[in-house]
């Protein structure tokens, strides 16, 4: 007979999932990207990865040190958040600029709110906005992929929605780039920041995500359908003016945005009604700016704006409980 | 056959190897019963024997003590040792009939099998209610009472639920292999007390040999066998009338409300034994598992044999236990020791030790969702349970907080291990004083 039992209230087994594997998951299913960055830009895409993952190390464990909490870089999230902000920025970036940035989006973006699970905006995009508002010159600075191995220097170059806003507004009509080239912007062959540029990596790791249950449905298709539904209704309107809704999807930030951060848990709906109107939200407003705002990229606005909807959706499509006719709301 | 079942649930593993194809064995007697006053959801029996009487198996030891309430009979004939609070599986010491076992085993010469002529709705509900049975599945709810609908609320389905959807529970799969001709009799008798012609027998497809067993058995008496999807909770009431009726037990309702009365099979087997035989419920079969029991059984076990003597049964421990639980894993009860007696309600004794289950430490809240999908009754588990914390207890009621069953998926799921049913039952707690104040 045992001395000591355990008593504990019931159920009595867990199904074995936990933070820390999903945090794990999700950059696994980054690594692909993070990959071809490296291959298109070189060490300079190296040297911002480590710098954002270290920043952001560091900032969360000065955060829980000031706080007298315990040190959670363990979980993984911190990490995570210093993947996806140097998958953000151009492989240019200066150093202090990745730094910054790790520091802003761990601090203003996650633990000011109390940490892991407490912030309302995605912490990646929070600093990824704040670097471009505060220095534009060096979040614009990109420059064309540079494959290692080809044996000349990096050149600017401009990314194509940043190409065509620029001929739509000198020219009145779209450039030629955004009528060819599609099959360059699939596999990366373009220039934008680190984690924008290969659409192929970006699936790759969306489908592991799919396949651990990490991320579900409702966003992806719903941010990408309003997209391609917005885009589609725009370009068939004008398509001198407006791009295919093909372009629209390889082009930018569209991709990781879907996948990795319009999908990020903490700050999306936890409903599967609001993840829907979450998704469409997100898709509407990222073709709005892209189109017609006065930055040739919008998904960042879009998704920390309807982060910042988050609560009002979530209060506002609770499930029908069974049993019941009608919800409350 | 086609599958159906509900919207929501868990998959957790179902650990039904170390038992499943154990024969039920009869356990011997222990030298002493332990046997509760209250081992039913309702009023607790009230006492009508002393200390120092002699008793018949099967005698009346504690009658009923309201609508909602049952009698409680001697498991075997004896002396009355003493009346007493004795642990009790719930962890509180309860009052109790403690009966020293004469080894006889003689049954009570008075107790009479009903002749088919007397079979009337009325006289079935009463000897049903005589013979105490409640619902064993578990919940122990008072039979009698599930057979008494008022006329407002007519009733066109009985389903029987042979479910069993608790991981390593196989007490009602035996009694589905060994019994069915019983339990197809118990069912008529249901059948006939509720003036129903529908009969639907629900199981889950992991039991293929107990579908085939009860189909065959059913097939003469047009009762239908309906195999389900293999699910965690596919045998909680609501959710098995949704699967098989695709009808919804109204919030705060009950089954009746939509016509159905739903009996788990072995409380059908133990009511053809108290019509036919006479015999009221004085054992049941238990299994117990575990991954550190030493030779896993099911048992047909008297009403108050302590579990340390269910245990000897069974060869004693491997390891040494760190927990034991009454019931099945997702919804059974931790044990302060093995001293409780099994009772009325009791369908698993299950021994675990340190390495077998998880110890995990309980982390935030990250928004995954994932309790959400799983809740079979469709709330936000996790925006009721951040609300019980902090005692807003308007607004969990808001978010329908009292419907919870406790059934468990939630916290199964979570990858932050929150301890969401406990902050739920927090929550109903608190609603419930709440409601009293005002």
């Known amino acids: 007979m045992a001395p000591q039992l355990y008593m504990s209230s019931s159920p009595h087994i867990h199904s074995g999932e936990s933070t820390n594997a999903i945090m794990r998951s999700v950059i696994y299913a980054l690594l692909p990207t993070c990959a071809v960055s490296v291959y298109y830009f070189g060490l300079d895409a190296l040297l911002v990865l480590l710098l954002c993952v270290a920043g952001c190390l560091a900032a969360e464990a000065l955060c829980c040190l000031l706080a007298q909490q315990p040190v959670s870089i363990g979980d993984g999230s911190a990490a995570l958040t210093g993947i996806l902000l140097a998958l953000n920025l151009p492989a240019s970036s200066p150093w202090w600029l990745a730094l910054f940035g790790a520091l802003i989006a761990v601090t203003i973006g996650k633990q000011v709110f109390g940490g892991l699970g407490h912030n309302l905006f995605n912490p990646a995009l929070v600093a990824r906005v704040v670097l471009l508002i505060s220095f534009p010159v060096q979040m614009t600075s ?4 540079n494959p290692i191995g080809s044996g000349v220097d990096a050149i600017a170059a401009a990314t194509p929605l940043g190409e065509m806003q620029t001929a739509v507004m000198l020219n009145g009509q779209l450039p030629p780039s955004a009528h060819s080239g599609f099959g360059d912007y699939f596999i990366g062959n373009m220039a934008g920041s680190l984690g924008e540029v290969s659409a192929l990596a970006i699936l790759l790791g969306a489908a592991y995500l799919f ?24 370009w068939l309107i004008d398509s001198q003016l407006y791009p295919d809704p093909l372009f629209h999807l390889l082009t930018g930030g569209l991709l990781l945005g879907v996948f990795f951060m319009a999908t990020d848990m903490v700050t999306t709906p936890i409903t599967r009604n609001g993840m829907l109107i979450f998704g469409v939200g997100c898709g509407v407003i990222t073709v709005l700016i892209r189109l017609f705002g006065g930055y040739p990229e919008g998904v960042s606005f879009a998704i920390l704006l309807m982060n910042g909807a988050t609560p009002l959706i979530d209060r506002y499509t609770r499930p029908k409980v069974f049993g019941r006719i009608l919800h409350k709301t | 056959m086609d599958k159906k079942t509900f ?3 868990v998959h957790p593993p179902d650990c039904k190897h170390y038992s499943a194809a154990k024969p039920i064995e009869v356990c011997p007697l222990p030298e002493q019963l332990i046997i509760p006053l209250s081992q039913h959801i309702g009023a607790p029996a009230k006492e009508i024997v002393t200390v120092g009487d002699q008793v018949f198996k099967g005698q009346t030891i504690a009658n009923a003590t309201a609508f909602v309430s049952v009698p409680i009979h001697a498991a075997t004939s004896g002396r009355v040792m003493a009346i007493e609070p004795r642990p009790h599986p719930s962890g509180k010491l309860l009052p109790a009939i403690v009966i020293e076992v004469d080894g006889e085993d003689r049954w009570d010469p008075s107790l009479k099998g009903l002749d088919v002529a007397h079979w009337n709705s009325d006289e079935l509900r009463q000897r049903i209610k005589a013979a105490g049975i409640v619902g064993m599945g578990g919940a122990t709810f008072p039979t009698h009472v599930k057979l008494s609908p008022p006329d407002d609320k007519p009733i066109d389905t009985l389903i029987i639920n042979g479910v069993e959807c608790e991981s390593y529970l196989t007490a009602d799969h035996r009694m589905m292999l060994e019994h069915s001709e019983k339990i197809i009799d118990g069912i008529n008798i249901l059948r006939r007390v509720l003036g129903v012609k529908q009969a639907i027998i629900g199981i889950e497809s992991n039991k293929p040999d107990a579908i085939a067993c009860m189909t065959k058995a059913a097939a003469a008496h ?13 045998g ?14 109204p919030s705060g309702g009950l089954p009746m409300d939509i016509g159905v009365v739903v009996q ?53 421990i ?11 894993p997702m919804m059974g009860q931790s044990q302060l020791s093995l001293a409780a007696p099994a009772i009325r309600g009791t369908s698993g004794l299950l021994l675990f030790g340190h390495q077998d289950l998880p110890h995990i430490e309980v982390g935030t809240c990250i928004r995954c969702g994932r309790c959400v999908t799983a ?4 709330l936000l588990p996790a925006t009721i349970a951040s609300y019980a914390i902090l005692g807003r207890f308007d607004e969990a009621e808001d978010y329908c907080a009292h419907d919870c069953m406790e059934c468990g998926c939630c916290t199964f799921q979570c990858p932050a291990n929150r301890p969401l049913v406990q902050n739920l039952r927090y929550a109903k707690a608190g609603i419930l004083a709440k409601q009293r104040r005002t």
Request: proline residues 6%; glycine residues 8%; aromatic residues 6%.
């Open chain 1, 211 to 234: 396949k651990k249950k990490v991320i579900t449905w409702e966003i992806p298709v719903s941010y990408l359908g309003s997209v391609i539904a917005f885009g589609g209704i725009m």
């Open chain 2, 375 to 378: 809740c079979p009754l469709h």
């Open chain 2, 222 to 234: 047009d009762i239908e066998v309906q195999a389900l999807e293999v699910k965690y909770p596919q």
């Open chain 2, 264 to 316: 788990n099979v072995s409380t059908a087997a133990a009511v053809s034994d108290a019509i036919r035989l006479g015999h009221p419920l004085v054992e049941r079969v238990i299994t117990i598992s575990g991954p550190a029991v030493v030779e896993a059984k099911n048992l047909l076990v008297r009403i108050g044999t302590p579990m340390e003597f269910l245990l000897q049964q069974c060869d004693g």
């Open chain 2, 236 to 249: 909680a009431e609501k959710q098995l009338i949704d699967a098989v009726l695709k009808r919804e037990v």
């Open chain 2, 318 to 328: 491997k390891y040494e236990l760190d927990k034991i639980i009454m019931g099945g």
């Open chain 2, 7 to 9: 919207v929501g649930g």
């Open chain 1, 142 to 145: 990109w420059t064309a992929p």
